[in-house]
């Protein structure tokens, strides 16, 4: 690679290089910017040689159609598309004429065992679905406020909001916490993230809750009577130990015909970890920030693991299932890869404590925001849940 990389280096001194200036190195670069830049629509694969990743070009930030070429070290790709039957991690790029991109990794790995079938639908002319809110709350061991959306967050759980919502917790304050969400980062940037603690309801950034019941319940409450259901989700999953994966199948029910994307999340409970409590800035006397009954702040609940959504870099309303006729269904198959079952390790998971979330998004004035949302065991199923 870096043959052929020096040759086109050293061509661009020699010749007038083609519409845009030349860029190397660096992975994640921007397609709104300068230069020759590729960007990969996944950059993880299954080693089944149909699985593929799909690399697009752009020049000054204008997609290529033609006239560029990709490579895998020296090895040229034919087409805009990389699959693989061997395990590992591949670096590609591309040149233009005389001008270099960026490289980018694409990692293959095993191709995971089947999913299992959906659910059966037991009363499949009802759409009267159960809508639940979507809350994402955004927090780390070394956040000493996060305490205070702790407790706020533990009295909506025990109220009659309990069965509105679903809670997700995204630990990306500080990277030395044994929850840290390190493989989606830019959720952060997704949601404009302005501080910790926070909370968002149904990736909406102007759905936004302070550390306090009154706010929560607020933002809930402004959530529900934000728009109608649109459709219902049911899930089976299942869970290979020996493989090291949970697999699922997510089936969605229209309500009424429209666009619909969906997400997967991999939550894990009871993730020990010290956490940071300033002092109480409600009591003003210096006095610590105090857990309520039944909470515990080094325990933490609902730590998001793996967050498979990521419609952009900083986009995380889902994959397209394209339209659905109401009444009608459309599905779609999730695999998370799973750490070493372990407890109380950064690069291990308690696989006893995993579960996995499935959420719905629809569009609504432009913007995607989440519709419905599911929970469901790491080995087990959740059927259509309907209003009585």
Known sequence: ???????????????????????DGGDDKDSSGKGLVIVADKTTIYDNGIDCATITAYCDGITLTEGFQLYVGENPIEGNSFSSTEQGTFTIWANYGTLISNEISVNVIKTPPPAPAAPEDKNPSNTNFVRRIFLTQFTGTGCGYCPLMMNALHQVLT??????????????????????????????????????????????KSALADASYASLTSTINKAMNRVSVKGGIAVSSKYYAEEGYIVLNATVKAKESGEFRVGAWLLEDGIEGKQSVYADPYVGTGELIQPLEGVNFNIHNNCVRLAE????????????????????????????????????????????NLRVIVFITTEENGKWYVNNVVKCPKDGSVDFEYEN
């Open 159 to 204: 109220s009659d909001y309990a069965d509105q919502v679903v809670l997700a917790a995204a630990h990306l304050y500080n990277e030395s916490d044994p929850a840290f969400l390190s493989e989606a980062k830019t959720l952060v940037n997704a949601l404009s993230v302005q501080g910790f603690p926070s909370v968002y309801a149904d990736l909406s």
């Open 309 to 352: 959504s990521k419609y952009s870099n900083s986009n995380y309303s889902g994959y397209s299932l394209g339209t659905i006729e109401a009444g009608k269904t459309a599905s779609r198959e999730f695999a998370f890869k799973l750490k070493d079952n372990g407890k109380g390790s950064k690069n291990a998971w308690n696989h006893d």
């Open 1 to 23: 690679m870096k043959t052929l990389k020096t040759l086109a280096l050293f061509l661009i001194g020699a010749l007038a290089f083609v519409g845009c200036e030349p860029v």
